[in-house]
Each structure stands twice: as C-alpha cells, then as structure tokens.
C-alpha cells in the first residue's frame, strides 16, 4: 500500500491513476497533517511532497525517522540542490524525483525502492563479529553501535545479500543509488566502499580487477 501526501489535488489524483495503472494500491491526503492520522507503518511507501503547506514535508519526514526506519519515502520536489539530495538520500529518504517527471523513470523508481524492501526484512544477521539490524539500519561491534550512512547501509546490505558474487559497479549504482545515469561516470561507489572498508574492517569487500566487488 502506498500513501501519496500531496497538497495539489490534480498532481495528487495523476499520481494515484498512474499507480492504479500499474497495480499498485494508494491513498491520498493532502496534507502532513492528515498524513499523520494515517497507521503509517501500514503503509510500505510513502511518496512525500516536500513543499507542503504549513508542516512541510522535510519536517514530516523527521518524524516519520524518529519513529521508524522501516517506512521507505519517495521524496516528490519541483526543485532541490545537492545540498538537499545528500541530506534528503543519505539521512532521511529512500530515493526523490523532481516534478515533472517522466512516467517510467517514476514507477521504476518505486519498484526499486519496495524491490530492496524485499531483501532488508531480516531482523538481524552477524558477520565477522558485527551484528546487523536492517530494520534499524545498525550495525554493532560488542554492543557498540558503529555509525554509518543510510547509503553505506544499504550498499553493505546489497552485499550481504549478493555474498561471493562479483558485482560490476553498474550494478550497484542501479540497485543502491537508482539514479544510474547520473552516477554512471562517477566513482562513488569507490567513495562509500572506501568508507566502510575505515568504519568496519578493511577487507570486507574485495576488489576483482576490471569486474567490480564482491564480499568474502
């Protein structure tokens, strides 16, 4: 079930033909205030406009976090800086699209997103001395917990769920990040396996010259 929070009644009602067309199940409300008398953790989506009025929706989603880490967001904008995509993608939100947007690239998005719901369900998973919680996105190290990034989280968390497989970087930036074609080029896959080989062990992800990486 997705809940869609969108204050323009006509986008809002698209929105929800769009998902019907592809057998998705959605509610409307119009605003964060009416999205917090919804059971939010009934919901496996929520696709949040973040210019809402009176209670916007970079607020609301602060306290969707503070409640639950098992709720996935889309994040709906009409504009965004890259300061607002790391704040929004690497601490708050699963993915955002910019209206307007192109059909496909939208339902693709969501697919992905409730497609990577399916392999962080587990409550916990140890590996090499460290606990996983995916549904809190932890990991500990004798009870102590070990920050790291939503993003670096989820790239950990494909990992696991590939073990031994080779995956090229492309793979990964169409999994993890979704945006492929604006990371394609970059190396930031190499960034955030770089940050977790500092924050956990230095070996956790191998490198296979010319083909991608894979976790022993």
Sequence with gaps: ?????????????????????????????????????EKLNDYNLIILDINLPWKNGFEFLKQIRSKWNNI???????????????????????DYITKPFDIPEFIARIKAILRRDTWIKAEKTSLNGYDIYPNQEKVLKNWAEIWISSLEFKLLMYFLKNRWKVIPRDELYENVWWDFYEHMFSRSVDVYIANLRKKLWKDIIKTRKWSGYYLE
Excluded: G
């Excluded at 889309?74 to 699963?94: G, P, Y």
């Design 1 to 37: 079930m997705i809940l869609i929070v969108e204050d323009n009644e006509q986008l809002s009602k698209n929105i929800k033909t769009i998902l019907d067309m592809n057998w998705f199940s959605s509610k409307i409300v119009y605003s964060a205030e009416d999205a917090e008398k």
């Design 72 to 94: 996935s967001v889309l994040i709906l904008t009409s504009k965004w800086t890259s300061e607002d995509k790391v704040e929004w993608l690497e601490l708050w939100a699963d």
